[in-house]
């Protein structure tokens, strides 16, 4: 009999985390919490309750996926997740909620209160204040509440805030020789450059106690002024006291009740559900120039593909070729115009195609004005956009036609194929299984190429009669000119022809990629 032995218990080994990078973990997720607290804090002196609720979800997530070991996948995709909701969902969403308004952002309380402040006029015999516009320490000098640092003409320094008026403690304060503030404990006092970058400070307006307000007059001086329109909630109206006009509520703005005078220029968010499709589908202005834009829009998203792929196709084959020496140097001369910033290239071409002194009219002997008639901007555009896409075209040719085993063209010689009918029948099936899709994506991106359009032609020339549709647009630089553009920009039509845009290319690019089906038989 043999003696039994004994066996030890099987050792299990655990791997520990490291001190230095629990360390480093914890002080990571501290700084991401201290920089949402101060991001939190910044969206409440904004009002902005509902991007506080949606930064305090974010988080949280983070807290409970990165402060335990578990949730491995979540550590991988979270950040993922949130730059998807952040930089891809929640724009659509609030492309699409901005369709269905007047394009407006701020309130009928915030719009009366602008109308009144711009209304308010110095008051006869009272003092003016020597001034300095501030920001409380650590604010951001753009964003951050400003404040009015007065001295009025006997001396006495007051703080200036949207609650009003009070005593500034002398303690600390600096003075210049003319009696401006140039320093005070707790404010950080604003330059010129910072002053005229903030918009709001042209409404911006004191209050005091008998109703009036205290404003700018330049950078260094202020004065005590008075409202001279005044609202009535009871009959939702305004009164010109000045002139004894009264303005009456009407799409989202104050008109003049007898309809003679000007309205209000200051408009306020309303919701105007379909309104803004309907206008572009009914309005007889806006709908002839969509069609022009879209068929337009079309020919040149086909035409940058198909001229940009043969182009690049056809030098692709070329330096393919066993028989042709120096083929890298070729290659990497050809990418050039990819490698340079298109910007940069498509305001180089926008000095060459001038119709005096330009590169290209001096070379040709032309004197065509390239920007200045409708089809001169379109070829000229034409011609830019295969300068800067035919090296894209020409490198994913070239990466095809390499993985095209040799056998099969060999094959094809052997039966006695000529070369059309090989690049015909076997090379270009071959080519199109791998660069099918891409075509589909390059007709996407130039569908809504915005930068080519803008640099190049800026949309025009433009007819006389309507500057507002140029004969070069896309339908996105229609869309930028509806929003950013003009006396009174519309961002709820801008946003409604954004989603015609993304409906149109999510149509035509669905539809390419069901005939790109057929290509998956080639083998």
């Known amino acids: 009999m043999s003696q039994a032995t004994k066996t030890s218990p099987a050792v299990q080994t655990t791997t520990r985390t490291p001190l230095w990078a629990l360390v480093v973990k914890w002080l990571a997720l501290a700084l991401f919490v201290a920089a949402a607290f101060y991001l939190a804090t910044q969206l409440a002196d904004q009002g902005y309750a509902v991007y506080i609720a949606v930064l305090a979800f974010v988080v949280m997530a983070v807290l409970v996926v990165y402060s335990t070991r578990r949730f491995v996948p979540a550590k991988y995709l979270l950040p993922g997740l949130v730059l ?52 409380p320490q650590g604010g951001d000098v753009a964003t951050a509440p400003p404040v009015f640092l007065l001295t009025a003409p006997d001396g006495a320094l007051k703080i200036g805030d949207k609650d009003g008026l009070k005593d500034l403690p002398p303690n600390g304060v600096t003075k210049s020789d003319s009696g401006k503030i140039t320093a005070a404990p707790g404010f950080q006092i604003l330059n010129a450059r910072q002053i005229n970058a ?15 307000g205290i404003k700018a007059s330049g950078l260094s001086e202020a004065f005590e002024g ?84 043969i182009l690049g196709m056809l030098l692709a084959l070329l330096f393919n070729d066993d028989r042709l020496r120096g083929k890298g140097v070729y290659r990497a001369l050809l990418v050039l115009p990819y490698a340079i910033p298109g910007f940069v290239t498509s305001l180089l071409w926008k000095s060459m195609f001038n119709q005096d002194f330009g590169l290209v009219n001096s070379l040709t002997g032309l ?99 309507n500057t ?17 553009s003009g006396v009174t920009p519309d961002y709820g039509l801008a946003a409604a022809v954004s989603i015609f845009i993304f409906v149109i290319v999510a149509v035509m690019s669905y539809a390419g990629f069901r005939r790109t089906r057929a290509l998956e038989e080639v083998n």
Do not use: H
Request: hydrophobic letters at 45%.
């Open 84 to 135: 998807l909701l952040g930089l891809q969902v929640w724009p659509i969403v609030m492309t699409v909620s901005t369709a269905f308004t007047n394009g407006q952002t701020i309130t009928k309380e915030d719009t009366i209160a602008a109308i009144k402040t711009n209304s308010v006029q110095e008051v006869q015999g009272a003092p003016r204040y020597r001034l300095s516009i501030a920001v």
């Open 198 to 212: 903030r918009k709001d400070l042209q409404t911006f307006a004191v209050p005091t106690s008998d109703g009036g």
């Open 226 to 309: 008075r409202a001279t329109v005044s609202y009535d909630p009871a009959t939702d109206t305004l009164t010109d006291s000045a002139t004894g006009e009264v303005y009456v509520v009407r799409d989202a703005r104050f008109v003049p009740k007898d309809g003679t005078g000007q309205a209000f220029p200051q408009k306020w968010a309303e919701n105007v559900g379909f309104k803004n499709f309907q206008t572009i589908l009914t309005d007889p202005t806006i709908r002839a120039g969509f069609l022009k834009i879209f068929g337009w829009n079309l020919v040149f998203a086909a035409l940058s593909v198909v001229t940009t792929f």
């Open 367 to 465: 004197d065509v004005d390239w920007l200045g008639t409708p089809w001169g901007a379109k070829a000229a555009i034409l011609i830019t956009n295969l300068w800067l896409g035919f090296p894209y075209m020409f490198l994913i040719c070239t990466g095809a036609l390499q993985s095209i085993p040799a056998d099969v063209r060999e094959a094809a010689k052997i039966d006695g194929a000529s070369p059309a009918r090989t690049l015909r029948s076997i090379i270009m099936p071959l080519l199109l299984v791998a660069v099918g899709p891409l075509l589909i994506a390059s007709f996407a991106f130039n569908f809504n190429n915005f930068g080519l359009i803008f640099l190049l032609t800026g949309g025009g020339p433009f007819e006389a009669e």
């Open 468 to 484: 507002s549709i140029g004969s070069s647009d896309l339908l996105i630089t229609y869309a930028f000119r509806l929003a950013f």
